[in-house]
């Protein structure tokens, strides 16, 4: 007499563990954006010590008028004229047109997505700065008649904000654009020298404190990194967005093997 088997009983099906579905959720995520939110929140803090200094000392504390002493000191006619010509490239009058071109030549290279965020990112980054000078309302350094005359407020620097959204963002367009190294140290390196030499005006002009400047560098390369983020889930999200197909790990060694 045959004997019927039947299918051996399911086993139950385990439930996954805390550590599974943090495992799950950073695959879901993303380390990068994972690692540009975590970083975005240390910017946060270092931008809250920077505004609880000046909010704590209505004046510039020691170590800005010690930086804005010695500046003054290197002042010369030829200085003078080459601070203003290179502080002109961080200002409204240029990044604002300059910021027009470069989105009109991302769409008109087939990427209408990566102009719209580019020109996003910069208009968010004017505003969210205009909003923080209104809020501290820091009066601009008055050591002596500053070589530039500017009527807003002095922290943060807009100057410095600005240059890094612009410059910042041309660097991220650029690591959108291409997984070649060399041109994406080029486009950082290029974007830190012309952030740095406009901060560096801003102070020898005499129209901000050291702090300004950092404190619209810190703003700045905060505003840069939740665009990056945000350009990055678009293109996740949207088929055919991102500009260059990027292979998973192993996926290049196995189609050559």
Known sequence: MEVLKGSPPEEPRRQPGFFDLVVNRLQAIGISLLAGLLFAAAIVIVFGLLAREVFLTAR????????????????????????????????????????????????AKGHPISALLFFSSVAG????????????????????????FEHTFSFPSGH????????????????????????????????????????????????????????GFVVGIFWVVLSAIATEIVYRR???????????????????S
């Open 60 to 107: 510039a504390g020691p170590l800005d008028r010690e930086i804005t002493l010695f500046v003054r000191g290197l002042e010369s006619p030829f200085r003078n004229n080459l601070a203003i010509v290179l502080t002109f490239f961080g200002s409204h009058l240029f990044i604002i047109p300059a910021t027009l071109v470069v989105a009109y030549v991302l769409r």
């Open 238 to 256: 949207v088929p055919g967005a991102r500009p260059v197909r990027r292979p998973r790990r192993g996926a290049s060694k196995a189609a050559s």
């Open 125 to 148: 980054g004017f505003l969210l700065n205009a909003l923080l000078k209104i809020s501290f309302q820091r009066a601009r350094p008055d050591l002596w008649p500053a070589l530039v």
């Open 160 to 215: 410095a904000a600005m240059s890094t959204v612009f410059y910042g963002g041309l660097a991220s367009v650029v690591f959108h654009q291409t997984d070649r190294r060399g041109p994406r140290i080029l486009a950082v390196s290029g974007a830190l020298i012309a952030i740095l030499t406009i901060m560096a005006t801003r102070v020898y002009l005499g129209v901000h404190w050291t702090t300004d400047v950092i404190a």
